[in-house]
T-cell receptor
Framework: AQKVTQAQTEISVVEKEDVTLDCVYE???????LFWYKQPPSGELVFLIR??????QNEISGRYSWNFQKSTSSFNFTITASQVVDSAVYFC?????????????FGQGTRLTINP | DGGITQSPKYLFRKEGQNVTLSCEQN?????MYWYRQDPGQGLRLIYY???????QKGDIAEGYSVSREKKESFPLTVTSAQKNPTAFYLC?????????FGEGSRLTVL
């Protein structure tokens, strides 16, 4: 069975600090997708990134970066120079590479608070 | 604008009543989903549909029902058989490799 673990329930940092959100996953599939979503207080889930299992290159997008390591089954997310607007709940998720349906398995989420 | 519309945003219901949550998408996506989120927890899949007139149970389907009569619409009924219906419900639709979410409906049972 697939499983996603986000061991950090809550993180609180001061603005401008760097912060890393951990994500560890379990799957027997050789082909799969990994996702990160942001959930601000308004509730909707905002898509941040998708990575397929064959692409282990790290990704950087502005202040956001992602480190995918198949050897440790981890897909960690780092925010550099954090800002108050980054405060949200962040979810890591995993899905099979099913062309019909994207059935995601979510971690429990990490609540990130950036203090001014 | 293209997107997923959920209504109502907030809903209160008495115990023993059925309630239907609406989800409409104009993204022309074949697949649609319903997830449930409880406080401090991740999302869990209730039902999903890959094509009109067909749907499958997710991990927590008991006490819920769905229909998919039109490609654009995937309503979720929370029945009186659902023992803990108070939750935040999120609808989604997808293309291969990407899932798009609506803004959610918060159901409170009084």
């Amino acid at each position: 069975a697939q499983k996603v673990t986000q061991a950090q329930t809550e993180i609180s940092v001061v603005e401008k600090e760097d912060v890393t959100l951990d994500c560890v996953y379990e799957t027997r599939d050789t082909t799969y997708y990994l996702f990160w979503y942001k959930q601000p207080p308004s509730g909707e889930l905002v898509f941040l990134i998708r990575r397929n299992s064959f692409d282990e290159q790290n990704e950087i997008s502005g202040r956001y970066s992602w480190n995918f390591q198949k050897s440790t089954s981890s897909f960690n997310f780092t925010i550099t120079a954090s800002q108050v607007v980054d405060s949200a709940v962040y979810f890591c998720a995993l899905s099979e590479a099913d062309q019909g349906a994207q059935k995601l398995v979510f971690g429990q989420g990490t609540r990130l608070t950036i203090n001014p | 604008d293209g997107g997923i519309t959920q209504s109502p945003k907030y809903l209160f219901r008495k115990e023993g009543q059925n309630v239907t949550l609406s989800c409409e998408q104009n993204l022309n996506h074949d697949a649609m989903y319903w997830y449930r989120q409880d406080p401090g927890q991740g999302l869990r899949l209730i039902y999903y549909s890959q094509i009109v007139n067909d749907f499958q149970k997710g991990d927590i389907a008991e006490g819920y029902s769905v229909s998919r009569e039109k490609k654009e619409s995937f309503p979720l009924t929370v029945t009186s058989a659902q023992k803990n219906p108070t939750a935040f419900y999120l609808c989604a639709s997808s293309i291969p490799g990407e899932l798009f979410f609506g803004e959610g409906s918060r159901l409170t049972v009084l």
